[in-house]
């Protein structure tokens, strides 16, 4: 499976932005579907995960409750939904597919080997 993420741009601060990660040459299905950050400088950083079902649901600290993540698996579309950005959330974003089991998501880098180019984020006024 091919991964591309989409949907960054600038936006204010406060504002929103939807990211979309779509598949191609394969299925979604089988994997536990992440998105991650990088900003200048710094390590890539786990953001949010959701299972294979999409029941199952993590974020990381500093996104819980400004960031909603999705799938449709039928779309083979994972989404990024992010409110209240701020400043310090202008990064690059990726989506990242790893094997898992029913239920399971995963917030290590290390448990995804399939990664899209990512899409650039800044917040600015």
């Known amino acids: 499976v091919q991964l591309q993420a989409s949907g960054g741009g600038l936006v204010q601060p406060g504002g929103s932005l939807r990211l979309s990660c779509a598949a191609s040459e394969g299925t979604i299905v089988p994997y536990v579907m992440g998105w991650f950050r990088q900003a200048p400088g710094k390590e890539r950083e786990f953001v949010a995960t959701?299972?294979?079902?999409?029941?199952?649901?993590d974020y990381a600290d500093f996104v819980k409750g400004r960031a909603t993540i999705s799938r449709e698996n039928a779309k083979n579309t994972v989404l990024l939904q992010m409110n209240s950005l701020k400043a310090e959330d202008t990064a690059v974003y990726y989506c990242?597919?790893?094997?898992?089991?029913?239920?399971?998501?995963?917030?290590?880098?290390?448990?995804?080997?399939?990664w899209g180019r990512g899409t650039q984020v800044t917040v600015s006024s």
């Open positions: 959701i299972s294979r079902g999409g029941t199952v649901k």
């Open positions: 990242a597919a790893g094997r898992g089991v029913t239920g399971q998501t995963m917030n290590s880098i290390n448990r995804y080997d399939v």
